[in-house]
């Protein structure tokens, strides 16, 4: 198992698989390395580095959570590009990781090549931020795969002609089986994290999209999305009209990225840094 140690001394694992460019994948926010799955096999061409953020999947938990902040993770990546030797890559963010990619943009721009954003921008709908207050950091009332892949229909709004096979593949991925029942992949501890920051005044997001002005761009954003509102997307495609953009029909926060309209969007955006 591929880890590295961040320089606060947790012990971070990585997955890094083929050759060519080199592409950091980051997750949502609760979500890990396995996230990228469907699309792994797209992504021919590519040295496809995928990270579990601190506190999730196989990383270890923080002592302290209130370093499960976009910073620290920022900064995790950036020791993660060093212990690998790469001054550069592109980087595939979905939701909380496309907002590290923007606070890259601001803070590190040149270990950038390019970013996607997947279903996120720097305006954030309300009515997206408290669905996922919703779950965060609680356990899930469901005691199996089984029914937890029967409820999910119900659960993702927006979501429409998934099949039954995908919604088994999420649940089995993003928890774990227990004598007690289904349990998160996840610290608990991330939702003080999450609400000690939403304790803050809110910052302009928007000069961390600006800061990508220079990089190959694309964005995807789920037709039904909750998150990433189309007034938003609007804004972010007229200040990068060279963008590549995808809006995905049938899904919400946030499309799996192996749909037809976001593979057309990630492959030109790729051509653009071949």
Known sequence: MATFTTSDGLSLYYDDRGEGLPLLCLSGLTRDSRDFEYVMPHLTGCRV?????????KSDFAEDALSY????????????????????????????????????AMGAPDA??????NDIGPAIAPAGLEVIMG?????????????????????????????ERRWRAEVEKFYDQTDDGLRITYDPKLRDAVIAAGA??????WPMFDALESKPLALIRGANSDLLSPETLAEMQARRPDAHVAVVPDRGHVPFLDEPEALTALGAWLKDMA
């Not at 580095?49 to 999730?56: C, E, M, Q, S």
């Not at 990546?77 to 890259?104: N, Q, Y």
């Not at 899930?140 to 979501?159: H, I, L, Q, S």
């Not at 803050?200 to 997001?205: A, E, F, G, N, T």
């Open 69 to 104: 902040t976009i910073p620290r993770e920022a900064l995790d990546v950036l020791e993660l590009l060093a212990h690998l030797g790469l001054a550069r890559v592109a980087v595939l963010g979905t939701s909380r990781g496309g907002l590290v990619a923007m606070a890259l």
């Open 135 to 163: 779950y965060l950091g609680r356990q899930p009332v469901w005691k199996t795969y089984d029914e937890a892949a029967a409820a999910r229909p119900g659960v993702m709004a927006g979501f429409a002609n998934v099949p």
């Open 200 to 205: 803050q005044p809110v910052p302009d997001l």
């Open 112 to 117: 950038l090549i390019g970013v996607a954003l």
């Open 49 to 57: 580095i995928r990270l579990d953020y601190r506190g999730r999947g």
